[in-house]
């Protein structure tokens, strides 16, 4: 987005005009009251930088940021005759007391600075670090792309206030710390938020980010070992039936192989009552295993009743009928 680099730039010099502004001299306590015409909603631009992303925790359905939240908005009472931007204090002017609702840790980076333009333009800052929750859809994982949103509320009614952003109020570093993820600005929805334990509806954003995950890890430390694994099973199809031992003891190996690998696979993900695709592989995977260990005790059963013809044609039927089943299954879990 070519937005990035104008926003980060307004971002900092906001931060160097504070150090030079003034202190404004507001001592009105009608300052306190909104802005703005009776029945008309007070419009509130919300800007946000990210600076950085650390992590987005699967199992948490958290991600890790810092981040700039920009409110601006215009108060006519507040015009002054200084030639820079003066800084206010919260208890002498109006703000619409917005806040982040899908935050689960927050500290504040740097304290929340308000500064009054001589028009009248109020610009409140706050830089905010800490872990944000977001809904994961984890049906296509590792193939998934996730919503990472900042949900910000306003302590007042959508009568009151309206808060909104766009493409060109939003920007992000261009490198991030966050590995596995390629982060892109979706949209940004302003709507309302029913507060049912005290009967009101506030005003809401929603600033939301796709963030699609980048399979790479996962084909290689996972899906790639899997597919050898069950592959590693239909060795026994050309293993004689009178080796009995080393027939058993490869597909129990494949077996347990796969056991410990759904082990692993539960604890980078949350406890999901629906399957991944993931988990389709791994079910599916699991049963053509399962089958090679049955074709080869049936063999062997087969072959020590003395029908050593019979024996020797279910291996061979089991030697192309399990990779058809097998490609079958990489189709339907990763492809439909």
């Known amino acids: 987005m070519t937005m990035f680099p104008r926003i980060a730039a307004v971002v900092l010099c906001f931060m160097c005009a504070n150090a030079l502004?003034?202190?404004?001299t507001f001592d009105s306590p009608d300052l306190l009251l909104r802005p703005g015409e009776p029945g008309q909603p007070t419009e509130v631009l919300i800007r946000?930088?990210?600076?950085?992303?650390t992590k987005i925790l699967d199992v948490e359905q958290s991600f890790v940021t810092d981040v700039y939240f920009r409110a601006e908005w215009t108060d006519p009472r507040l015009v002054h005759d200084g030639p820079l931007p003066c800084q206010a204090r919260p208890d002498q002017v109006w703000t619409p007391q917005v806040q982040s609702l899908n935050r689960r840790t927050l500290d504040s980076a740097s304290p929340p600075q308000i500064r009054v333009a001589p028009d009248g333009s109020v610009f409140?800052?706050?830089r905010r670090f800490g872990e944000f929750s977001y809904e994961a859809d984890l049906g296509d994982f590792p193939f998934d792309e996730q919503t990472l949103s900042f949900v910000i509320v306003s302590a007042h009614e959508p009568q009151e206030v309206v808060l909104r952003s766009d493409e060109a109020a939003v920007g992000m570093a261009e490198r991030l710390s966050v590995v596995n993820w390629n982060l892109n600005f979706r949209e940004a929805r302003s709507g309302a938020l029913y507060v049912a334990p005290r009967d009101r509806t506030v005003a809401r954003l929603d600033i939301e980010f796709s963030a699609k995950r980048l399979t790479g890890y996962y084909v290689w430390k996972l899906i790639?070992?899997?597919?050898?694994?069950?592959m590693m099973s239909w060795s026994v199809f050309w293993i004689a039936p009178v080796h009995v031992a080393p027939r058993?003891?490869?597909?129990?190996?494949?077996?347990?192989?796969?056991?410990?690998?759904?082990f692993?696979?539960?604890s980078i993900l949350p406890p999901i009552a629906y399957m991944t695709r993931m988990d389709l592989f791994l079910v599916f995977a699991s049963v053509l295993v399962f089958g090679a260990l049955a074709v080869a005790v049936a063999v062997t059963y087969v072959a020590d009743k003395g029908r050593d013809g019979l024996a020797l044609r279910i291996n061979e039927v089991a030697r192309w009928f399990s990779p058809l089943m097998f490609a079958a299954v990489i189709v339907f879990a990763f492809w439909f």
């Not at 946000?48 to 992303?53: K, P």
């Not at 790639?224 to 069950?230: A, G, Q």
Request: aromatic share 8%.
């Open 124 to 126: 409140f800052v706050v």
């Open 48 to 53: 946000v930088y990210v600076v950085d992303i």
């Open 264 to 266: 692993a696979l539960a």
């Open 248 to 262: 058993l003891g490869l597909a129990a190996t494949s077996m347990l192989t796969l056991i410990a690998y759904r």
């Open 21 to 24: 502004a003034q202190d404004c």
């Open 224 to 230: 790639v070992p899997l597919v050898l694994v069950v």
